[in-house]
């Protein structure tokens, strides 16, 4: 197993030393911690795939094995030839493929108290002719959305997420 950095990427490499082609049951593990926010993109001709924590993005290429992604946000893109996936995350794009496997993904609820600021904003936004609303109501409806969504976010831990708005299946 060799690892190499060069800038922001790590790339792990396993590969076997001594050339013989026909020895079965031949593998490799390896474990990282990446630090939040980190997009993954991982291949594996043959192996299990699992990820877990606040990766911004993850990627997964897979010729033979189960992939799990756990926690991840933005975009995920997700192949396995042969297994399962799961997924519990994901906010953005989720294109998930398999040709022999069961595919799992858990639901994301988002907004609380945004979507209480939401539904009156839009109603006035509605009601109003948007010349008369201006620049500054656009921003204010911007930022209170932005701010009320992070709250959102801190609360998604404590609130049950059945009172949340806006489920998101893909």
């Known amino acids: 197993v060799t690892m190499n950095q060069e800038g922001s990427t790590v790339r792990v490499t396993a590969q076997r030393s001594d050339q013989r082609t026909d020895a079965d049951n031949s593998g490799a593990s390896a474990k990282l911690t990446v630090p939040a926010g980190s997009i993954l993109q991982l291949r594996t001709s043959n192996g299990k795939v699992t990820t877990s924590g606040e990766a911004a993005g993850v990627t997964v290429q897979s010729s033979n094995g189960a992939v799990d992604v756990r926690g991840a946000t933005g975009v995920l893109d997700l192949k396995t030839s042969n297994g399962n996936i799961t997924v519990d995350g994901g906010s953005e794009t989720i294109a998930l493929e398999t040709s022999n496997g069961a595919i799992e993904v858990s639901t994301i609820t988002e907004e ?59």
């Open 112 to 170: 609380l108290t945004a979507s209480w600021f939401g539904g009156p904003a839009r109603t006035i936004e509605y009601a109003v002719r948007p010349d008369r609303l201006g620049a500054r109501w656009a921003r204010f409806s911007y930022r209170s959305w932005l701010w009320l969504s992070a709250v959102d976010r801190r609360l998604a831990h404590a609130v049950p997420a059945w009172l949340f708005y806006n489920a998101s299946i893909t």
